[in-house]
């Protein structure tokens, strides 16, 4: 199953974990309802609900294995990051696009 996928930090094109993208089907570029927040957290950036920012990032079409791999970097499992549903200005047509937020411990 492939999961429309919006990513705003390391995972976008040009920057350092983009390679996990591979393979992946390249949607389009789009921001973030301004309902978030982004927070510098040194290596990579987070998200956090009840903000009023627009975020930039893009929107991805990714595989189950490649999201697999991406759980994992982003640490779902042990609870740094929580996938779920992003309100964003266009979703491409796609009913839920899901992206990472930051859970702030």
């Known amino acids: 199953m492939e999961t429309i996928l919006f990513v705003y930090?390391?995972?976008?094109t040009g920057?350092?974990?983009?390679?996990?993208?591979?393979?992946s089907y390249f949607i389009g570029n789009t921001t973030t309802k301004p309902q978030y927040s982004i927070l510098d957290l040194g290596e990579y950036p987070g998200l956090i609900e009840g903000g009023s920012d627009s975020v930039p990032g893009e929107v991805w079409l990714v595989s189950s294995k490649n999201?697999?791999?991406?759980?994992?970097?982003e640490n779902v499992a042990g609870g740094l990051f929580r996938?779920?549903?992003v309100n964003l200005t266009s979703c491409f047509g796609y009913p839920v696009v899901e992206t990472y937020f930051y859970r702030a411990i």
């Open 9 to 12: 930090g390391t995972l976008r």
């Open 15 to 23: 920057e350092k974990n983009h390679r996990l993208m591979n393979g």
């Open 67 to 73: 999201m697999s791999k991406i759980d994992q970097l």
């Open 83 to 85: 996938r779920q549903p």
